[in-house]
T-cell receptor, first 110, second 111 residues
Protein backbone atom coordinates (compact mmCIF):
# COMPACT_ATOMS: atom_id res chain seq x y z
CA UNK A 1 0.00 0.00 0.00
CA UNK A 2 1.27 3.44 -0.94
CA UNK A 3 -1.03 5.17 1.58
CA UNK A 4 -1.53 8.82 0.65
CA UNK A 5 0.48 10.25 -2.22
CA UNK A 6 0.70 13.84 -3.43
CA UNK A 7 1.94 15.34 -6.68
CA UNK A 8 3.89 17.42 -7.30
CA UNK A 9 6.35 17.59 -4.40
CA UNK A 10 7.55 21.10 -5.22
CA UNK A 11 6.24 23.89 -7.43
CA UNK A 12 7.05 27.52 -8.09
CA UNK A 13 4.35 29.73 -9.60
CA UNK A 14 4.13 33.32 -10.65
CA UNK A 15 1.32 35.49 -9.31
CA UNK A 16 -1.83 34.90 -11.31
CA UNK A 17 -0.90 31.45 -12.60
CA UNK A 18 -3.10 28.46 -11.92
CA UNK A 19 -2.30 24.92 -10.88
CA UNK A 20 -3.82 21.72 -9.53
CA UNK A 21 -2.47 19.59 -6.72
CA UNK A 22 -3.37 15.90 -6.81
CA UNK A 23 -3.92 13.67 -3.81
CA UNK A 24 -4.49 9.93 -4.10
CA UNK A 25 -5.19 7.32 -1.42
CA UNK A 26 -5.42 3.55 -1.66
CA UNK A 27 -7.00 2.83 1.73
CA UNK A 28 -10.62 3.11 0.56
CA UNK A 29 -11.21 6.00 2.96
CA UNK A 30 -14.40 8.02 2.65
CA UNK A 31 -13.00 11.26 4.04
CA UNK A 32 -10.28 13.37 2.46
CA UNK A 33 -8.83 16.72 3.49
CA UNK A 34 -6.59 19.49 2.23
CA UNK A 35 -4.56 21.50 4.76
CA UNK A 36 -1.98 24.21 4.53
CA UNK A 37 0.84 24.50 7.06
CA UNK A 38 2.55 27.81 7.73
CA UNK A 39 5.15 28.63 10.40
CA UNK A 40 3.49 29.44 13.72
CA UNK A 41 0.00 28.77 12.33
CA UNK A 42 -0.25 25.03 12.52
CA UNK A 43 -2.30 22.98 10.11
CA UNK A 44 -5.35 24.83 8.78
CA UNK A 45 -8.14 23.09 6.91
CA UNK A 46 -8.84 24.40 3.41
CA UNK A 47 -11.52 22.03 2.09
CA UNK A 48 -12.62 18.51 2.82
CA UNK A 49 -14.79 15.77 1.39
CA UNK A 50 -16.98 13.20 3.13
CA UNK A 51 -17.35 11.02 0.06
CA UNK A 52 -17.14 10.78 -3.71
CA UNK A 53 -18.82 13.76 -5.34
CA UNK A 54 -18.97 15.84 -2.13
CA UNK A 55 -16.91 18.79 -0.95
CA UNK A 56 -17.14 21.26 1.91
CA UNK A 57 -15.34 24.40 3.03
CA UNK A 58 -12.91 24.40 5.91
CA UNK A 59 -11.33 27.22 7.87
CA UNK A 60 -9.44 28.94 4.99
CA UNK A 61 -11.20 28.12 1.68
CA UNK A 62 -10.85 31.44 -0.18
CA UNK A 63 -8.76 31.25 -3.35
CA UNK A 64 -9.01 27.45 -3.58
CA UNK A 65 -11.36 25.00 -5.23
CA UNK A 66 -11.57 21.23 -4.90
CA UNK A 67 -13.10 18.25 -6.64
CA UNK A 68 -13.66 14.63 -5.65
CA UNK A 69 -14.76 12.88 -8.84
CA UNK A 70 -13.33 9.53 -7.74
CA UNK A 71 -13.24 8.16 -4.21
CA UNK A 72 -9.47 7.70 -4.25
CA UNK A 73 -8.60 11.17 -5.58
CA UNK A 74 -8.98 14.68 -4.17
CA UNK A 75 -7.81 17.64 -6.25
CA UNK A 76 -6.96 21.10 -4.97
CA UNK A 77 -6.98 23.95 -7.47
CA UNK A 78 -5.59 27.45 -7.34
CA UNK A 79 -7.22 29.53 -10.06
CA UNK A 80 -5.08 32.65 -9.70
CA UNK A 81 -2.17 32.13 -7.34
CA UNK A 82 -1.17 34.86 -4.88
CA UNK A 83 2.00 35.19 -2.76
CA UNK A 84 -0.15 34.62 0.35
CA UNK A 85 -0.70 31.07 -0.91
CA UNK A 86 2.97 30.23 -0.50
CA UNK A 87 2.83 27.33 1.91
CA UNK A 88 3.23 23.61 2.39
CA UNK A 89 0.07 21.74 1.44
CA UNK A 90 -0.86 18.42 2.99
CA UNK A 91 -3.55 16.01 1.97
CA UNK A 92 -5.01 13.54 4.44
CA UNK A 93 -7.52 10.73 4.36
CA UNK A 94 -9.55 9.16 7.12
CA UNK A 95 -12.16 6.55 7.90
CA UNK A 96 -13.56 9.13 10.38
CA UNK A 97 -10.98 8.41 13.02
CA UNK A 98 -7.29 9.10 12.76
CA UNK A 99 -6.03 10.82 9.63
CA UNK A 100 -3.25 9.61 7.39
CA UNK A 101 -1.19 12.30 5.72
CA UNK A 102 0.67 12.57 2.46
CA UNK A 103 4.26 13.82 2.19
CA UNK A 104 3.24 17.37 1.27
CA UNK A 105 3.65 19.81 -1.61
CA UNK A 106 5.84 22.84 -1.11
CA UNK A 107 4.41 25.70 -3.16
CA UNK A 108 6.07 29.05 -3.69
CA UNK A 109 4.22 31.90 -5.39
CA UNK A 110 6.43 34.73 -6.61
CA UNK B 1 -10.87 31.55 19.48
CA UNK B 2 -8.21 28.86 19.82
CA UNK B 3 -9.61 25.39 20.04
CA UNK B 4 -6.31 23.64 20.74
CA UNK B 5 -3.25 25.05 22.50
CA UNK B 6 0.03 23.21 22.84
CA UNK B 7 2.87 23.98 25.24
CA UNK B 8 5.71 24.47 25.34
CA UNK B 9 6.40 25.65 21.78
CA UNK B 10 9.88 24.15 21.96
CA UNK B 11 11.59 21.75 24.35
CA UNK B 12 15.21 20.68 24.57
CA UNK B 13 16.01 17.57 26.59
CA UNK B 14 19.14 15.64 27.35
CA UNK B 15 19.01 12.04 26.27
CA UNK B 16 17.32 10.10 29.08
CA UNK B 17 15.67 13.20 30.61
CA UNK B 18 11.94 12.48 30.83
CA UNK B 19 9.33 15.23 30.33
CA UNK B 20 5.77 15.95 29.22
CA UNK B 21 4.13 17.89 26.42
CA UNK B 22 0.75 19.53 27.00
CA UNK B 23 -2.29 19.90 24.75
CA UNK B 24 -5.24 21.84 26.16
CA UNK B 25 -8.53 22.12 24.31
CA UNK B 26 -11.70 24.16 24.62
CA UNK B 27 -14.08 22.21 22.42
CA UNK B 28 -17.15 20.69 23.97
CA UNK B 29 -18.41 17.29 22.95
CA UNK B 30 -15.01 15.79 22.29
CA UNK B 31 -15.21 13.02 19.75
CA UNK B 32 -11.49 12.23 19.86
CA UNK B 33 -8.05 13.66 20.59
CA UNK B 34 -5.17 12.69 18.33
CA UNK B 35 -1.40 12.89 18.65
CA UNK B 36 0.89 13.02 15.63
CA UNK B 37 4.63 13.16 15.11
CA UNK B 38 6.03 15.29 12.28
CA UNK B 39 9.62 15.10 11.07
CA UNK B 40 11.09 18.00 9.07
CA UNK B 41 9.93 17.99 5.46
CA UNK B 42 7.42 15.18 6.01
CA UNK B 43 3.74 14.78 6.68
CA UNK B 44 2.38 14.14 10.18
CA UNK B 45 2.48 10.52 11.31
CA UNK B 46 -0.31 9.19 13.52
CA UNK B 47 0.62 8.14 17.06
CA UNK B 48 -2.45 7.85 19.32
CA UNK B 49 -6.18 8.42 19.59
CA UNK B 50 -7.84 9.09 22.95
CA UNK B 51 -11.61 9.19 23.32
CA UNK B 52 -12.51 9.75 26.97
CA UNK B 53 -11.10 11.23 30.17
CA UNK B 54 -8.88 8.80 32.04
CA UNK B 55 -7.83 6.94 28.93
CA UNK B 56 -4.13 6.20 28.38
CA UNK B 57 -2.20 4.83 25.39
CA UNK B 58 1.46 3.77 25.22
CA UNK B 59 3.95 3.16 22.47
CA UNK B 60 7.61 2.56 23.22
CA UNK B 61 8.82 5.65 25.16
CA UNK B 62 5.60 7.61 24.61
CA UNK B 63 2.50 7.62 26.75
CA UNK B 64 -0.56 9.77 26.09
CA UNK B 65 -3.16 10.62 28.72
CA UNK B 66 -6.44 12.52 28.58
CA UNK B 67 -8.46 14.60 31.04
CA UNK B 68 -11.59 16.65 30.40
CA UNK B 69 -9.57 19.73 29.44
CA UNK B 70 -6.14 18.55 28.35
CA UNK B 71 -3.91 15.77 27.18
CA UNK B 72 -0.32 15.03 28.02
CA UNK B 73 2.29 13.25 25.96
CA UNK B 74 4.82 11.82 28.37
CA UNK B 75 8.24 10.96 26.99
CA UNK B 76 10.26 8.58 29.14
CA UNK B 77 14.05 8.39 28.74
CA UNK B 78 13.99 10.02 25.30
CA UNK B 79 16.53 9.27 22.60
CA UNK B 80 17.80 11.59 19.85
CA UNK B 81 15.56 9.82 17.34
CA UNK B 82 12.54 11.11 19.29
CA UNK B 83 13.40 14.61 18.09
CA UNK B 84 10.45 15.88 16.04
CA UNK B 85 7.45 18.19 16.22
CA UNK B 86 4.52 16.67 18.08
CA UNK B 87 1.06 17.79 17.01
CA UNK B 88 -2.22 17.49 18.83
CA UNK B 89 -5.63 17.57 17.13
CA UNK B 90 -9.22 17.30 18.31
CA UNK B 91 -12.42 16.25 16.64
CA UNK B 92 -15.61 17.71 18.11
CA UNK B 93 -19.20 16.53 17.85
CA UNK B 94 -20.41 19.89 16.51
CA UNK B 95 -17.70 20.11 13.85
CA UNK B 96 -18.69 17.01 11.94
CA UNK B 97 -15.69 15.53 10.22
CA UNK B 98 -13.31 18.44 10.82
CA UNK B 99 -10.18 18.28 12.95
CA UNK B 100 -8.61 21.23 14.80
CA UNK B 101 -4.84 21.21 15.19
CA UNK B 102 -2.54 22.87 17.68
CA UNK B 103 0.65 24.55 16.51
CA UNK B 104 2.84 21.79 17.88
CA UNK B 105 5.77 21.30 20.24
CA UNK B 106 9.21 21.05 18.70
CA UNK B 107 11.22 18.51 20.68
CA UNK B 108 15.00 18.25 20.46
CA UNK B 109 16.78 15.47 22.31
CA UNK B 110 20.48 16.08 22.76
CA UNK B 111 22.84 13.07 22.93
Amino acid sequence: NAGVTQTPKFRVLKTGQSMTLLCAQDMNHEYMYWYRQDPGMGLRLIHYSVGEGTTAKGEVPDGYNVSRLKKQNFLLGLESAAPSQTSVYFCASSSNREQFFGPGTRLTVL
Amino acid sequence: EDQVTQSPEALRLQEGESSSLNCSYTVSGLRGLFWYRQDPGKGPEFLFTLYSAGEEKEKERLKATLTKKESFLHITAPKPEDSATYLCAVQADYAGNQFYFGTGTSLTVIP
